[in-house]
Each structure stands twice: as C-alpha cells, then as structure tokens.
C-alpha cells in the first residue's frame, strides 16, 4: 500500500471523484490508488451522484469567487488610470508646503536650543571661575559652595525652562524670549561700561578686551535667538502676538532697570 492509498481511505467521495475527474493533477500512482479506493467502496448511484453535486457547488463557488476577485482587480486598474482625486503635490507629502513649513519650524527650534545648549555651556565655565577666583583668594568653603549652589539652581531652572520650550509650551516660550530679552540689553550695557573703563585705564587692557570680545559674542548670540523666537513660523506655533512681544520687551526693561540701575545711571 503506497502513501496516497492510506490516505485516500480517509477523504470523502467527492474529494475521490474530483482526484478521479482530474488525472492531469495528480501523479499517476495517486490517480491509481484513487481508483483503487473508488472500486473499493461500490458506491450506489445516489452516493455518486451526491458526491457530483458536491463537487459542482465547490466548482461554482470557485467560479464565484474568480468573477469576484476579477471585478475588485479591473475596479482597482481602472483607479490607477483615473486622475487621482488629490492634487500631486499632497500625495507627495516632502513637497507639501505644510510639511515645508513644519520642517522650517523644527529647524528654528533646533538653532534655539542649540544656541541656548552653548550659553548653557557658558555658565558651566562661569561656575568652574567662580569657583577658581574664590579657592585662590581662600574664601570659606561654605561661602563656595552657596555661590556655585546659585549658579546650578539657575541652571538646572534653565534645562526646565528649555524642556517645556521644547514641548512646546507657550508661557515657556514667553520666559525664554523675556530671558534672551533681558540678558541682550544687559550685554549691551555691559559692553559700554567696560569700554569706558578701558578708555579710563581702570582696569588692565587684556582682561577687559577679553571679556568685551566674550560679552559682544554673547550679544550677537541673544540677538541671534531673539531673531529666531520672533519668526512668524515660532510665535504662531506658540500662540504668540506681536502685542505679547512688546509686554515682555517692556517687562525686560523694568527688570533690568530695578536690578541694574547702580550700573545703568553710574
């Protein structure tokens, strides 16, 4: 007994008469063996032909579901020859002028943190010269350790205030352009006062031509951000106004009045 005649004693009467019906697909010794099991049952003329409507319902189902897949195939040839109901210029989503424009925006708030990432960097370097100045001139430890405590809490207030930019949030846009605000013409004032001391001969020429130099980059750094925060794609992802823009200039104004006025008036 080969393996189609073990298994052929198992399938029912249609599926033997459609092995029967159909030589071209099988292997010879299977079509031998389905005849062989064929014989072997004797079925009636009611069992065959039972076994017939069986396979012609099969055939008609078959049928059935050719003629469906061929209309779903001709109803999909005949969409990709129509014009498509979108304009090219949405289905190609790079060249999409909202998609040029989200694009254009990430790139601004990416400058802005990136240039904030540098002031940040900045302040590392003021914090490790503080700490330099105060060791040099035997300055109480605890004094240190407050100072550099000061200056790691406006830091770490800062990487907030950067995070919630970044989410964008708009009272943290409004803090961040009030911040750049404020530090912009407080650089500028220091940069004209340390210009009168040089002239002056107050202080030594190379310290003050150094800091004047670090003082003017961080100028062009602020107007730079400033520039960056007011484009119209970053204040109307923020939700911001021209007339909250001129609030928060006047805020930096007071602010660096009350907290600089020695300086400013002297």
């Known amino acids: 007994m080969?393996?189609?005649?073990?298994?052929?004693q198992?399938?029912?009467?249609?599926?033997?008469?459609?092995?029967?019906?159909?030589?071209?697909?099988?292997?010879?010794?299977?079509?031998?063996?389905?005849?062989?099991?064929?014989?072997?049952?004797?079925?009636?003329?009611?069992d065959i032909e039972q076994a017939n409507l069986i396979l012609e319902k099969k055939e008609a189902k078959k049928i059935d579901w050719s003629a469906k897949a061929n209309s779903i195939k001709q109803k999909f040839e005949s969409n990709l020859d129509q014009k498509p109901v979108l304009d090219d210029s949405i289905l190609d989503g790079w060249q999409t002028e909202e998609v040029e424009e989200n694009r254009r925006l990430?790139?601004?708030?990416?400058?802005?943190?990136?240039?904030?990432?540098?002031?940040?960097?900045?302040?590392?370097?003021?914090m490790a010269y503080i700490a330099y100045n105060y060791i040099s001139f035997k300055v109480h430890v605890i004094v240190i350790i407050i100072a550099e405590a000061q200056q790691l809490i406006i830091m770490t207030l800062k990487i907030v205030l950067l995070y919630f930019f970044w989410k964008r949030f708009k009272n943290a846009w409004i803090l961040l352009c009030l911040y750049i605000t404020y530090y912009f013409f407080r650089s500028i004032i220091n940069v004209v006062k340390n210009t009168e001391s040089l002239f002056e001969g107050k202080e030594e020429e190379l310290y003050l031509y150094l800091v004047l130099l670090v003082v003017m980059l961080l100028i062009?750094?602020?107007?730079?951000?400033?520039?960056?925060?007011?484009?119209?794609?970053?204040?109307?992802?923020?939700?911001?106004?021209?007339?909250?823009?001129?609030?928060?200039?006047?805020?930096?104004?007071?602010?660096?009045?009350?907290?600089?006025?020695?300086?400013?008036?002297?």
């Open 2 to 8: 080969n393996e189609f005649a073990k298994r052929y």
């Open 10 to 46: 198992s399938i029912s009467d249609s599926a033997l008469l459609n092995i029967l019906q159909n030589p071209e697909d099988y292997k010879p010794e299977a079509i031998e063996a389905a005849q062989v099991e064929w014989d072997k049952r004797a079925l009636n003329e009611e």
């Open 106 to 126: 990430n790139r601004y708030i990416n400058r802005i943190l990136g240039g904030m990432c540098i002031i940040l960097l900045l302040g590392i370097v003021k």
């Open 220 to 266: 062009g750094l602020y107007g730079a951000l400033l520039w960056l925060l007011n484009r119209p794609e970053v204040r109307q992802a923020y939700k911001v106004n021209r007339d909250t823009m001129i609030l928060i200039v006047i805020t930096a104004g007071i602010l660096l009045f009350a907290f600089n006025y020695r300086m400013i008036l002297g």
